[in-house]
């Protein structure tokens, strides 16, 4: 009875200070979790490939941006802040890497280049 009475008391001082200490390692990053650093995509086109088998789509599916749409001229653009949509006449549109300083600058290269002026 003695022998579990100190037992007890020993603990009682002992664990407070090992939860301390682990306190002190994960706040200095040791001992704590470690964050994962991020992996390089693979060369693969199989994730995409699976996200597109995987949408549903009862209409036409942008093959860019994996969006729903009534026909293929009004798929969205995947990174409107840096490209241009330019709607050709057939029915379809191209994204395009935005050219200059002004609005349909883009658009206007294409066309001088469809003209052979370009």
Known sequence: MLFQTLLS??????LPAAAQFQFFEQMF?????????????GSDSGAYQQNYENTHCDKYLCPQTL???HFPHHCPCA??????????????MACVSKGGFK?????????????GLL
Request: glycine share 10%; charged share 20%; net charge negative.
């Open 9 to 14: 008391a020993l603990m009682l001082l002992i």
């Open 29 to 41: 990053n040791q001992g704590g979790p470690q964050q994962q650093q991020p992996q390089n995509a």
């Open 67 to 69: 969006s729903c749409v």
């Open 79 to 92: 990174w409107p802040a840096v490209e241009d949509k330019v709607e050709f006449g057939d029915g379809s």
């Open 103 to 115: 609005a349909g600058e883009a658009a206007r290269k294409i066309e001088l280049a469809r003209k």
